[in-house]
């Protein structure tokens, strides 16, 4: 089973994603604030992280490079920005760069089609399994 954590400050996006997962195996965790991510994140081993880019307390960016030293996890950003913006920015570039050859971090661009979501989480941790909570 592969634990996934969701951080996004849209609930009803949450739900939608939490459901989604979760009928194909993964245990989800969701925090639409930074200290409930923070919170869960230290509690509970994930093994892929989704980080909406655009929150109000800290963007997915900067939430990366605070989490990035703690290894064994994968992270997918998650951005409505549109791609053009994002692909020509330096802080993605540098991503590009480092994390995102060593095939652990993905950018998912808003809106997405399910099945393009679910192709990035498994193809980060694998497909879902039976989840045993």
Known sequence: ???????DDDRAYLCVVERLLSTRG?????ASTYHE????????????????????????????????PVEGFSVLFVTGFPRSFSLASRTVRELWETEFSRGTTDILYKPFAIKDMLCKVAGLVGPGNVCSA
């Open 37 to 68: 991510f923070r919170d869960c994140f230290e509690r509970v081993p994930h093994d892929l992280v989704m980080l909406d880019v655009n929150m109000p307390e800290k963007t997915g960016f900067e939430v990366y490079r605070e989490i990035a």
């Open 1 to 7: 089973q592969a634990n996934v954590l969701i951080l």
């Open 26 to 30: 993964y245990c989800v965790n969701c």
